[in-house]
Structure formats: structure tokens, C-alpha cells
């Protein structure tokens, strides 16, 4: 292909894309590209910056291979190193590449082959519980229940914008404690479990890239704010878990197979609801690297 003919097809790539706002603070349908082909250089960009602006993208009817995957989570970043449970392949699978993690509830000889199986999840930040959590997660659906397990994303930035001025001066400068407890997915007294991994992190996070700032905790990780009394640190944040939870800044995703979702995990969280336990769910997830400690 000669150079002139390269930046044509470039060009007319990156004009095929339509960005769709979700709703009104967070998500974008990204239509007009098939991701089993290389993604052209102005695409990329594009993409890139509607994720920046909207925080979670959508690329619905895709139908992609495992390399696919791999390819387009290049798009946000660096691979974050995997700890990934020991996987059963399902049927239909003959491989896993060392990137990709199934998220499922199917079970094979009695065991579940993936990571977090069954039911409802509260919202969480990926990965907040360590040091450098991860800057993006991307979920691709396989096999999706008749209904139910839908993801909602919450916009931590209209969450933090919308705060009265007096409860920004508040958050001024805190930090909060968040706790990872292995394979707890819902929890009702946070202080009685002790935390496998922890990290502080400040309540209020600024953008490393937008400059934004977004509300930086969430009801299931979040344990407490340092240097507060208990209950005064207990009633701060269940009120701003109540406030980021809010339906006007909540996206929610009901899934279909083929659908593939990257959210950016520094100013939005997400949730799952509960799905029939009697029906097949199978996701593939990769994860992109932070770049940096978030303050
Ligand atoms: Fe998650």
C-alpha cells in the first residue's frame, strides 16, 4: 500500500466512528467500527479521547478473538500484572491467554472456572485496595444470562462537581482507607473483617490526564477516613456513597454477547446486579496498568 493510500484509509477509519452519549454524565456508544481490524492511528486517538470525556465506552455487536482483545486493550495502556485465580477452561475455549481473566459462574466437576462468580456486587474502583490501581478494566461478553447481572456506572466526576462547596472544603486534603477482603463481593460490617490488602488513598482524585476531579471512595472497599473520629468518619461516607450512587449519575448496562466495555477506573466505579445463578454468565476482562499513585 503506498503511503498516500495508507493515510486515506486512516483518515476515512477515524470518519466512520459515531460517539453516542449513554446518559448524561457517563458512557458512550462508540459505533461504525469493526475491532478485529487494526485500529487505525486517528481511530485510536479518537477513541481515546471520547474515553477521557465520557469515562466508560460501549463497542456493542463485536465479535472478537482472544488476540482481538488483547490488541484493542493496547489502545488505553500497559497490561496490569494479572493475579488470576487458577481457570478451568469452558467449552468452546482451547486456550486463555496469559492477559485475559474469565469472569464467570460457570462451574465445571463442581468448581468455578472464573472470578467472581455469583450475585450482586457494590461499587467499587478496581483494584483501589493497592498502591497503583489500575487505570482501566475492559469486559467482553461471551455468554450472558436472560436478564439480570447488569454493570451500573457511576460518574465519580458529576458526583464531585455536584457536592456543595462546603462538603468539597470538607474532603479537602483527606484520606481514605480501602480494604480488599479475598472474595468478598458484598459486606455488611467492614470493621469486623480484617483486610488481605489495603491502600490509602485521598478521598477527592484529581485526573492524571482530564485534571478532574472525581470522588475517590466507594461502599465496598472504603473502610474509613484517616484521622477522623469513627462515626463521624462512618456517617461522611455512607452519605457520599448515597450521593455517588445517585441515579442521575449512574449508567447502566444491561448486556448482550458481543458487547465490550472499557471504563476508566479513576473517576468512575461500577456495580453488578444480582442474575439467575441457574444460568451460564462468561466475560473476559483484561486490565490496563496505572501510571501512577493517585496523588
Ligand atoms: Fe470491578
Known sequence: ????????????????????????????????????????????????RAWLDHAVLLFRDQDLTQEDLIRVTGIFGEF??????????????????????????????????????????????????????????LLYSVEIPTHGGDTLFASGTAAYDALEPAMKRKLDGRRAV????YNSVKRDDKQAVDATSQAVHPAVRTHEETG?????????????????????????????????ERAEFVYTHVWRKGDLIVWDNRCSSHARTDFPSDQRRLLLRTTVKGTCRPY
Open 178 to 181: 480501602n480494604f480488599y477482603v
Open 1 to 48: 500500500m503506498s503511503m498516500m493510500s495508507a493515510i486515506d484509509a486512516t483518515t476515512a477509519a477515524a470518519h466512520a466512528l459515531r460517539f453516542r452519549p449513554l446518559s448524561k454524565h457517563i458512557g458512550c456508544a462508540v459505533e461504525g467500527i469493526d475491532l478485529r481490524d487494526e485500529v487505525p492511528p486517528a481511530a485510536a486517538k479518537a477513541i481515546y
Open 212 to 244: 478532574r476531579k472525581a470522588l475517590y471512595v466507594n461502599r465496598l472497599m472504603s473502610v474509613r477516613i484517616e484521622g477522623m473520629e469513627e462515626a463521624e468518619s462512618e456517617a461522611l461516607l455512607n452519605a457520599l456513597f448515597d450521593h455517588s
Open 80 to 137: 496490569a500484572p494479572l493475579g488470576r485465580p487458577k481457570h478451568t477452561l469452558p467449552s468452546g475455549f482451547s486456550k486463555l491467554l496469559p492477559n485475559i481473566m474469565l469472569i464467570s459462574n460457570i462451574r465445571e466437576n463442581g468448581q468455578t472456572i472464573g472470578a467472581l462468580p455469583d450475585g450482586e456486587m457494590m461499587f467499587h474502583h478496581d483494584t483501589i485496595h493497592r498502591d497503583e490501581p489500575h487505570k482501566a478494566t
